[in-house]
């Protein structure tokens, strides 16, 4: 199931103004790359400028046919067509075609040019990097900026290098230092970071895997984890090194297809989900070749991780076509408790798509199906976040929410479902944000808070998505243009610029809408939720904080740092982190009996004092004189075990009247509690009095009653208390003596 909350995640948009009509797009290092239908040439625009003004453009060697950015290395890498052939090319240092630098690289894999490469720091390298079957996909890792390439049986990684020119020709270092050193402050001010001793990016190639009955329609890599995905079938495989000579390139090697005789029937695989260890089960084998490379480290091990393969449902009128998956990621995530120079991500997610459903599996310390998202419409591309799930359909763009905070919460403090700390489930449920409607969207990808489309609208169809608005009656203020406006040249395609709001200004609408639920009933489920789902959102971005230097520090891009600010005032973040778990312990402490506990943990993590809590549990007028379980619960919690915090004895007296009406059976351990040494004993007297009189006499409450008149220093009255009970008369004389 999923809840449907009309929230805003959307602040503004704006029109890119290209002069082509964009074929591919993709998002990195600030900036958004275009290529034009058909064209071989690439423009890049900067997304942290109002307008997206033009950075540079440079011709491509082919026509490109896929584009992806990556953010360690800042480099891109291209699958372009010449000639009737398909090449791979990876283009580094693009940034410097802004300074109008006409000179551009071009070397092979694994060669440094002598010449013009002493001065690569200043001019755009083409790598071309042979294969021996044609690439059909490729992906570049976020963590280590490595390159996985599908071809159309094997897949090939490349390791990214960063290699010093220095090292290979001592005698060009002046030359070299000299050249850098001069062009250092005019490049700076042009907002571009250099070295006085640059590196220069290489590729070498590691591992080539080879797949059986699987063909690569998509690509994933991040760390050790590799992924890879056919028409209907995901793979997760990790790949290690190891210095172990065995591989599992003998025997995996055995697998072979057995249903090669029976070529005259068309069998249709069954439907399958085989998580951790059971997914080498599954009828793909994967066999390691060596490189052959002398300074290789080790030997690769691999390990299964996951497998779905999914069957399209003919009897529901379903085709090959419309159950194809899409959209395949591997998401890293990292925690505040990690080194900043620690390469591995805390959390790795694998994401991926139906038209009609989407998959998130957690990867690490156990794989874990987190969420399946249902959509409303059949969705062409999906893109995660660590905030949201883009998706787009022909006509909309639409967000839910996503569960990586939850599972780095609880890698980074194991303890956190305690009684000391708390956070809501990863299994949660998912809720959609709201639908945005656009025409003839096509393609989406996402650079921080920028959410970059590509629509093509068809004329004939441009009436069906107006009708769909005023159905829906979903209206929204842009400040910068309407969605179904096109760009003043009245071209039929549009590239829009979609900015999302901070999950600050998201959490304080969420407040607010929760407050509709809170004021007809307090302890609506959908109340509950919406707060669990504001929760995660400043987990989020307190992760993020704290993740922010690591990647400043690691990533060579100049616009990186303007990506990675979140909220500008941490203290507000935490302040708001405050508040919410006081929300969410005020739902628990008035819920049902089976989550009533949470409101213990929720309650310590507010920060608020008891006498705060109190006041927020007190029954409202024209309401039943009753607390909740979960208040009651934390309350004796505190009593018990908080035995260095002393109450006031307005607030002491209160605890008393609050266990009088809810528990009387807990009055006698209550009063017992060293926080409620300030009690009034007068009061407190009459109030066991009455318990006396309705529930009986019994030594613990004797002697409760006898502790009271001793603090009222009136000894016969404790006297005759005590000699109630012959067990309690030895001790009542020797206070008698003591006290005279």
């Not at 260890?277 to 060596?290: F, G, L, N, P």
């Not at 809810?662 to 004993?681: F, H």
Request: aromatic share 8%.
């Amino acid at each position: 199931m999923v809840h449907v909350y009309n929230c805003h995640p959307f602040s503004s948009q704006q029109i890119v103004q290209v002069e082509q009509e964009p074929g591919l797009i993709c998002c990195g290092g600030g900036a958004l790359f275009v290529v034009a239908t058909g064209g071989c040439k690439v423009e890049a625009y900067n997304l942290e400028k109002e307008g997206c003004p033009l950075i540079c453009r440079f011709a491509t060697m082919g026509t490109v046919k896929s584009i992806q950015h990556s953010r360690m290395g800042d480099y891109l890498v291209t699958i372009e067509e010449k000639n009737c052939a398909t090449y791979l090319r990876a283009y580094t240092n693009w940034r410097y075609q802004a300074e109008g630098k006409a000179r551009v690289g071009v070397r092979l894999l694994g060669h440094l040019l002598r010449g013009a490469s002493v001065r690569g720091g200043a001019q755009m390298e083409i790598i071309e990097i042979p294969l021996s079957e044609r690439p059909v996909t490729v992906a570049c890792c976020p963590v280590t900026g490595d390159l996985l390439v599908g071809c159309e049986n094997t897949l090939v990684l490349f390791t990214l290098r960063r290699q010093n020119q220095q090292s290979q020709n001592q005698s060009q270092q002046m030359v070299q230092s000299t050249w850098t050193n001069s062009q250092q402050s005019s490049s700076q001010s042009q907002g571009q970071i250099m070295d006085s001793n640059p590196n220069f990016l290489d590729f070498e190639r590691s591992v080539i895997l080879h797949l059986s009955q699987m063909k690569p329609k998509q690509v994933a890599l991040c760390g050790e984890y590799v992924a890879v995905q056919g028409e209907l079938e995901v793979l997760v495989v990790k790949l290690e090194t190891s210095s172990d000579p065995k591989t599992l390139e003998e025997s995996d090697t055995k697998k072979t297809d057995h249903l090669e005789d029976h070529v005259d029937f068309q069998i249709l695989p069954i439907h399958q989900e085989l998580l951790g260890d059971r997914a080498k089960d599954c009828d793909i084998a994967v066999s390691i070749e060596k490189t052959g490379l002398e300074d290789s480290k080790g030997q690769y091990t691999l390990s299964y991780v996951l497998f779905r393969r999914f069957t399209p449902d003919f009897f529901q009128g379903c085709s090959v076509e419309e159950t194809q998956l899409h959209s395949l990621q591997l998401y890293p995530l990292f925690t505040g408790n990690q080194s900043m120079s620690l390469q591995e991500p805390s959390c790795v997610f694998c994401f991926f798509s139906l038209p009609s459903a989407g998959y998130l599996y957690s990867l690490k310390g156990g794989v874990e199906l987190l969420s399946a998202y249902q959509y409303p419409e059949k969705v062409l591309k999906a893109v995660l976040t660590d905030y949201l799930l883009h998706v787009i359909t022909k006509s909309a763009l639409q967000c839910f929410t996503v569960r990586c905070a939850a599972v780095a919460a609880r890698i980074e403090d194991p303890y956190i479902d305690s009684t000391m700390k708390a956070c809501p489930p990863c299994s949660m449920e998912v809720c959609a944000l709201r639908i945005q409607l656009f025409i003839g969207l096509r393609s989406v990808c996402v650079y921080g808070h920028h959410v970059v489309l590509l629509s093509a609208a068809n004329a004939e169809t441009t009436e069906e998505p107006e009708r769909t608005t005023q159905r829906r009656g979903l209206s929204r203020k842009w400040t910068i243009s309407s969605p179904k406006e096109t760009s003043t040249a009245g071209h039929g395609w549009n590239l829009y610029v979609v900015d999302t709001v901070s999950p600050l200004t998201l959490y304080q609408e969420m407040v607010e809408y929760s407050q509709r639920y809170a004021e007809t009933n307090p302890q609506a489920q959908s109340l509950r939720h919406l707060l669990s789902e504001a929760h995660l959102l400043l987990r989020t971005s307190l992760l993020q904080t704290s993740e922010q230097q690591r990647i400043i520090e690691e990533d060579s891009s100049p616009s990186l740092q303007a990506d990675t600010e979140g909220p500008s005032d941490s203290t507000e973040l935490e302040e708001a982190f405050k508040q919410n778990c006081a929300q969410l312990g005020d739902c628990f402490s008035r819920g049902s009996q089976r989550e009533c506990h949470l409101a213990l943990p929720y309650y310590r993590m507010s920060g608020l004092s008891v006498t705060e809590l109190m006041a927020r549990n007190r029954p409202l007028a024209g309401r039943p004189q009753s607390y909740g379980p979960g208040f009651l619960f934390y309350l004796k919690h505190y009593l018990f075990e908080e035995t260095e915090q002393v109450l006031s004895q307005e607030a002491a007296d209160e605890v008393i009247d609050i266990f009088s009406q809810s528990e009387p059976s807990q009055l006698v351990s209550v009063c017992a509690s060293p926080s409620l040494i300030n009690t009034s004993p007068a009061k407190t007297l009459q109030i066991l009095q009455h318990l006396e009189n309705t529930a009986g006499v019994s030594v613990p409450l004797t002697t409760t009653m006898a502790t009271m008149m001793l603090r009222l220093e009136d000894l016969p009255e404790y006297t005759r208390l005590m000699e109630r009970h012959a067990e309690l008369e030895m001790y009542g004389c020797c206070v008698c003596v003591w006290s005279k």
